[in-house]
């Protein structure tokens, strides 16, 4: 008896240990430069928190953490766990402010593509992360998507051998995509088989479509859901993944907690698409979502939500600003449950104003 009910539980366990697919993503990046504690993040409100990032050596092609970096990535999977210790952790590599040359380059040999997989591997397991997220910000020709895709193939192959050869889990592989699944501009296709068989998801970046730098002479929804008559918008992109071929199951579909500002040309005209010049506020124009906060309890400005776009703005004199608050980002984790998504990310978890965003995210999706 028992062990017969011995074996029983072996067999439970067996069962639970082959099913290590993610049931459902509630991402969320964190980065140094936005100076909040990596010990400061609610991480109950997470399953999977990416760190970023890693950088891509030009000379070598090997995937180094800089020395100002080394102390809080080292130690970033043991912090976040200790309020969620079912979180898991990515180190994210590259991003929007790398040398998007290096990763093209890289990716055009089998040598260097070696030197990537197996130094990021390394690095991964030596400072304690569950995975590895790539964000090539972005592979834009046929030769750069092939590559992209053959890279992709060795990655998970070398994380698979990994994995056999050290008995554990294996690392989880995810990518940082553009909204849609070619590049804009060239129409190439993302490499979607190679995408399909390698990656755990991919994390589409479905917001950015506006913003004072690329789009300064009217406001816009900077991360639109739809968008009538008009490409940029969240529900184009995650159609474009699925007809391309991809599983909903690998999509996660992304969202800001932060805005972007305009200078209004006339402070009586303050809609969508209304006439500005250039950035509203210092800088490049973006804001968190708790300055956004700020903003708006300062200068008692006005909130709109606007359903049809699903998109948020205030605006106070000719100060406009675009950005995702509680009712954009539960409508989107609506859409992304409804759609059969495999969950959701966030961009970054550092604006988050009280954890109100975050908590809305993961409220609405659910267990
Ligand atoms: C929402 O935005 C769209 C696009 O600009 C516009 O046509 C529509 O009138 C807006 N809805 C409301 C209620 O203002």
Known sequence: MAL??????????SLFHVST????VK???WFPGSGFAVSSI??????HLYCAFADLDPQTYQVTISSANKPQFSTFTQ????KNPSVKTLLSIGGGGANVNTFASMASQSGSRKSFIDSSIKLARSNNFHGLDLDWEYPSDSTQMTNFGSLLTEWKAAVAAEAKASGRQPLLLS???LYLSYYYS????YPIQAISNSLDWINVMTYDFYGPGWSASATGPPAALYNPGKRESGDNGINSWIQAGLSPKKIALGFPFYGWSWRLTNANNHGLFAPANGAGLAGDGSIGYNGIKQFIAQNSATKVFNATVVTDYCYSGTTWIGYDDTQSISTKVSYAKQKGLLGYFAWHVGADDNWVLSTTASQTWGA
Request: charged share 5%.
């Open 186 to 189: 060239t129409s190439v296709p």
């Open 175 to 177: 990518a940082a995509v």
């Open 42 to 47: 609610n991480s109950a409100l997470f399953t």
């Open 79 to 82: 912090t976040v766990q200790q």
């Open 27 to 29: 991402g969320g990046y």
């Open 21 to 24: 697919a993610q049931t459902v």
């Open 4 to 13: 017969t009910k011995t074996l029983f539980l072996l067999f439970l366990l």
